[in-house]
């Protein structure tokens, strides 16, 4: 696996995870757990941590992904690697649950963030679903307002722009978004 492939498929895990916990405000927000500098992401910070105490040598992102390379991810140990990286992501999952109390104020923290979009640069972005249709389809079909735009062509530095205007939203310790 090449490191860009290697690079690529941490990105969607963190960038998966980002948008699982993740309304939007007008001002950036502080990481709610206590994690590396510069990461967004208590999920991205969990996994990082995680993998690291595995012994793997990557790099956390501000927005939480997780970079490796071929230099630092033997080509021999790729397998491996994806392992420990998917046990970490579960073990995120389970700690970063959204229990079915949280769903409603879920939604009104995704749809903050839809109208964020809306106001920077995302006019056009599909209509989000009923509340109800989103508490019902959140375990099996989770809609987010980030998922209404077009990442997969979105450079670095405008995914970075974005989520700093329209940060996703971020579970509070008293269970309400942020």
């Not at 995302?122 to 109800?132: D, I, L, T, W």
């Amino acid at each position: 696996m090449s490191r860009e492939s290697i690079a690529s498929t941490a990105r969607v895990v963190a960038i998966t995870l980002l948008l699982l916990l993740t309304g939007c405000t007008q001002a950036p927000r502080v990481p709610l757990d206590t994690a590396p500098p510069g990461s967004i992401s208590p999920a991205g910070d969990f996994v990082y941590t995680c993998v690291t105490e595995r012994g793997w040598d990557v790099k956390l992102e501000w927005d939480g992904s997780i970079v490796a390379s071929s230099e630092s991810i033997p080509k021999e140990q790729i397998d491996l690697y994806s392992a420990d990286v998917a046990k970490c992501t579960a073990k995120a999952s389970e700690k970063f649950t959204v229990s079915a109390a949280q769903l409603p104020g879920l939604y009104d923290a995704e749809l903050k963030t839809l109208e964020c979009l809306k106001h920077n640069g995302f006019p056009n972005v599909a209509k989000p679903p009923s509340k109800q249709v989103f508490i019902d389809n959140y375990d099996s079909e989770p809609w987010m307002a980030y998922s209404a735009i077009d990442l997969s062509s979105m450079s670095d530095k405008a995914w970075k722009t974005l989520n700093l205007a329209c940060p996703q939203p971020l579970i509070s310790f008293d269970g309400s978004f942020e």
